[in-house]
């Protein structure tokens, strides 16, 4: 069955850095998503993907968060100058267009943590 | 503000009962969705419901959406030791809003 896969499942970084996830969505999914989940919290949403460009984003997803389809199969979220608040389980999903769209699927996240 | 909530918090029973888990809103969504989550992993999708009173059933589980879209319930029957877990319930509102407003969850812990 297809599925949403993340990598790294879990990093380690220091305050102030750089961080990369990646993401292969389902590969006729058109609509991409980050959340993320910090522990013992409900989970979050970031920022929707549609069509190559942000559709929808919450107030979570400042100027430190971007997001890039780089090829036709990776989604990616880039964290610039990580806090120790960035610190959470970040989850990529994608969904199908139209009314099957309503069903989203989950990665099995990345869990970041930063030091 | 949107909320979901959902109820109880936490549960726990013996092998074999059964259980009703119920998550609640004041805004009318256009779909809701149930996943299950284990401790360091994503969310998995059980089911979809989108037409209210809706009732969908997976094995020993059964997902009703309430007649007027606001709520959902998830009925278990005769829990097993394998149904433990945190359930989570996730609505999306009507429009072109994509994005999924996610309740806290209800651990269930189902004991043999």
């Known amino acids: 069955e297809p599925e949403v896969t993340q990598t790294p499942s879990h990093q380690v970084t220091q305050m102030g850095q750089e961080v990369i996830l990646r993401c292969v969505p389902i590969s006729n999914h058109l609509y991409f998503y980050w959340y993320r989940q910090i522990l013992g919290q409900k989970v979050e949403f970031l920022v929707s993907f549609y069509n190559n460009e942000i559709s929808e984003k919450s107030e979570i997803f400042d100027d430190q968060f971007s997001v890039e389809r780089p090829d036709g199969s990776n989604f990616t979220l880039k964290i610039r100058s990580t806090k120790l608040e960035d610190s959470a389980m970040y989850f990529c999903a994608s969904s199908p267009q139209g009314t099957s769209g309503n069903t989203i699927y989950f990665g099995e996240g990345s869990w970041l943590t930063v030091v | 503000t949107q909320l979901l909530e959902q109820s109880p918090q936490f549960l726990s029973i013996q092998e074999g009962e059964n259980l009703t888990v119920y998550c609640n809103s004041s805004s009318v969504f256009s779909s809701l969705q149930w996943y299950r989550q284990e401790p360091g992993e994503g969310p998995v999708l059980l089911v979809t419901v989108v037409t209210g009173g809706e009732v969908k059933k997976l094995k020993r589980l059964t997902f009703q959406f309430g007649d007027a879209r606001k709520d959902s319930s998830l009925h278990i029957t005769a829990a097993q030791p394998g149904d433990t877990g945190l359930y989570l319930c996730?609505?999306?509102?009507?429009?072109?809003?994509?994005?999924?407003?996610w309740g806290l969850g209800t651990s269930l812990a189902v004991n043999p």
């Open positions: 996730a609505g999306r509102y009507a429009g072109n809003n994509r994005k999924l407003i």
